[in-house]
């Protein structure tokens, strides 16, 4: 079946890690994006892209990096400058503009 | 800025009844429009999808209706059942934006009482 695998399903994080969280999509989509969610809010995007070797800034990108080497793959990955790491990370990709996006199940991270 | 979002943070419905959420954009350059259900845990799931050249879309027992002139969008669903029991959001693709994100309402979440 096509979809799109989140992992680990859950991750913890020490002071001054950086830890990186991998999103694999089988779809050949070509743009593939990064949601945070925090409990009892909606999602907000921390980076995307829309094709191989590209990649945009979202609206809280700040302590956040990506990488776009492959088709499949978007890693994320939290550096030690994002100081509230603690939520929900979801990652999503699609085919066009006006098509759906199609979400992982996600990876939560909290701080140890 | 301009954003997506809901009337109701919780609904909560009987087993058998019809459910409305509704949903509030201030976008008029969106041209596509989704909604989503959010189990517990997982990553939000499609439901429905609408363009904006449509007013009206139905699915297997839920409808979306579009309303431009006001920017207003709703999620219907017939005889709602505990499985429908989840968060829901609504989503907005800005037509002049390319293949950017979507922007997310805040979610509503919906409760089936038995």
């Known amino acids: 079946d096509g979809g799109i695998t989140q992992s680990p399903k859950y991750l913890f994080r020490k002071e001054g890690q950086n830890v990186t969280l991998s999103c694999e999509q089988n779809l050949n989509h070509d743009a593939m994006y990064w949601y945070r969610q925090d409990p009892g809010q909606g999602l907000r995007l921390i980076y995307y892209s829309q094709i191989v070797n590209d990649f945009q800034k979202g609206d809280i990108a700040e302590g956040y990096s990506v990488s776009r080497e492959k088709k499949e793959s978007f890693p994320l990955t939290v550096t030690s400058a994002q100081k509230n790491p603690t939520a929900f990370y979801l990652c999503?990709?699609?085919?066009?503009?006006?098509?759906?996006?199609?979400f992982g199940d996600g990876t939560r991270l909290s701080i140890l | 800025g301009e954003s997506v979002g809901l009337h109701l943070p919780t609904l909560s419905v009987q087993e058998g009844d019809n459910s409305i959420i509704n949903c509030a954009y201030s976008n008029s350059a969106s041209d596509y429009f989704i909604w989503y259900k959010q189990e517990s845990g997982k990553g939000p799931q499609f439901i429905i999808d609408i363009r904006s050249n449509m007013d009206k879309r139905q699915g297997q027992r839920v409808t979306v209706l579009l309303n431009k002139t006001v920017k207003h969008l709703s999620l219907q669903i017939a005889a709602t059942q505990p499985g429908d029991s989840a968060v829901y959001f609504c989503?907005?693709?800005?037509?002049?934006?390319?293949?950017?994100?979507?922007?997310f309402g805040s979610g509503t979440r919906l409760q089936v009482q038995p």
């Open positions: 989503a907005e693709n800005r037509g002049d934006t390319g293949m950017r994100a979507l922007t």
């Open positions: 999503a990709s699609r085919s066009a503009p006006r098509q759906p996006q199609h």
